[in-house]
């Protein structure tokens, strides 16, 4: 029984994060971050700064990270620094987060090597979003 409802639980939270998607894609109108906040329920929302160290520049590194954050349904950005490393911010449902602070520390992109990956300035119990996508600054 537990597994079941487990598994409606899990459906419930797809759907939502589909329509929201699904507004976004079409094009409709963009979505407010009060939209999104209406169509999550009661998903609790965060936010955060990344910085990754390591062979993260010229390895398609910002590219992959947006399509994560797009399949994940995470809204913020991205870009190369002076330094070499790449940082950005993420901000979306939490526990979509914890899904993108691992790609962030541990996959990234086929060519990169990650050093480390610092997190910091992490915001929870965010009342709405505050970026309409994720973008790849330059």
Request: net charge positive; proline share 1%; with cysteine.
């Amino acid at each position: 029984m537990h597994i079941i409802l487990a598994v409606t639980a899990t459906a419930q939270i797809s759907q939502k994060s589909r329509i929201v998607q699904s507004a976004l894609s079409k094009g409709q109108a963009r979505a407010s971050a009060s939209l999104k906040r209406d169509h999550l329920g009661n998903m609790s929302l965060a936010s955060f700064h990344y910085e990754v160290f390591g062979k993260v520049q010229g390895v398609f590194f910002r590219a992959c990270t947006a399509e994560e954050a797009n399949n994940l349904g995470i809204v913020g950005w991205v870009r190369n620094t002076s330094s070499g490393s790449v940082e950005g911010e993420a901000h979306g449902p939490t526990a979509k987060l914890a899904l993108f602070k691992d790609f962030l520390q541990h996959r990234g992109s086929p060519g990169s090597r990650i050093d480390r990956c610092e997190i910091t300035r992490e915001q929870k119990d965010l009342l709405e979003l505050s970026y309409d996508d994720f973008t790849v600054r330059r």
